[in-house]
């Protein structure tokens, strides 16, 4: 509900490279080492310039970096955006949390009232 | 009393983009889907300790519009807009709720799911909000391919840490 001082630009990039399944596995690959393209592209049957158009997306996202080795240039994890992300995810969470213990505190007040009107109507 | 337990998801939705919780309300169903669903109830709770909602337009019908304006304590207005999709009383409300940049326009959405369930004369709640955005699902074909590498996700959040511990990232 709320943000807490967040860069909406960049987590919104975040969570757009994150929405595609193909992206989050090539993340979860590049989780256990870091890959060349050709080794990125094998489990997942694809062409290279397929992707290749993924790598230039979480790129963009600042999720991924890509080595300067001219020969593999190797692609690297980043977490910053990740953890970004996340932390996005959970001043979510509680926020909703907060609400939640109003509402609680609200629906108590609501019953007090009642029993207390029908008391009245009693008298 | 309430009661909560919260969960942030790694695998099913990947990377955590989807937080789900649930509480129980000492409160009958009807009642706490009414204070869910008529706007002035709604602004008495809705939001963080000490935020009010001097606007809350709330139309709680399939393809009704959301536009919320929270005030912080410190004077500072949050609007969120949206826009409800399922309204089932008194069990289930669908809603996408995005909040807006300082031009009013929708940063990412969110779509939340609400359920009330009956237990004993209280209700138990349960919320799940994930993050959804504009970019199309990968093609049919590529979506078998995810099943073989969600375990690995988890191990992605492992080394999430691991690397901000050792400084890479």
């Not at chain 1, 509402?103 to 008391?119: M, N, P, V, W």
């Amino acid at each position: 509900m709320v943000q807490y001082e967040m860069k909406h630009d960049s987590l919104s990039a975040t969570f757009s490279a994150l929405a595609d399944p193909t992206r989050r596995a090539i993340l979860a690959r590049l989780a256990l080492c870091d890959a060349s393209v050709t080794e990125l592209a094998e489990p997942f049957r694809m062409s290279m310039p397929a992707v290749s158009k993924h790598l230039k997306v979480l790129e963009r996202a600042g999720l991924i970096e890509r080595g300067r080795e001219a020969q593999w240039r190797p692609c690297r994890l980043r977490a910053g955006p990740l953890m970004h992300a996340a932390g996005w995810l959970e001043d979510y969470r509680r926020c909703w949390e907060e609400s939640f213990d109003r509402l609680d505190e609200y629906l108590r007040t609501l019953k007090k009232e009642k029993q207390h009107g029908s008391k009245q109507r009693k008298h | 009393m309430a009661q909560s337990s919260a969960s942030i998801s790694t695998a099913e939705n990947g990377l955590g983009m989807e937080v789900a919780f649930t509480r129980t309300f000492d409160a009958p169903r009807r009642l706490v889907f009414k204070v869910w669903t008529d706007p002035k109830h709604l602004a008495a709770w809705w939001g963080p300790h000490r935020f009010t909602n001097p606007r809350c337009e709330w139309d709680a019908r399939p393809g009704g519009g959301i536009h919320i304006d929270m005030r912080g304590p410190d004077g500072h207005i949050y609007p969120m807009s949206g826009r409800f999709r399922e309204v089932v009383e008194p069990e289930r409300l669908v809603f996408i709720s995005a909040a807006l940049d300082e031009s009013g326009k929708p940063i990412f959405e969110v779509l939340n799911t609400v359920t009330f369930a009956e237990s004993g004369g209280k209700t138990i709640l349960s919320l799940t909000a994930r993050v959804i955005t504009s970019t199309p699902n990968a093609p049919q074909y590529l979506q078998g391919m995810e099943i073989g590498w969600t375990q690995s996700l988890e191990r992605l959040a492992a080394q999430v840490d691991k690397a901000l511990s050792t400084g890479r990232a």
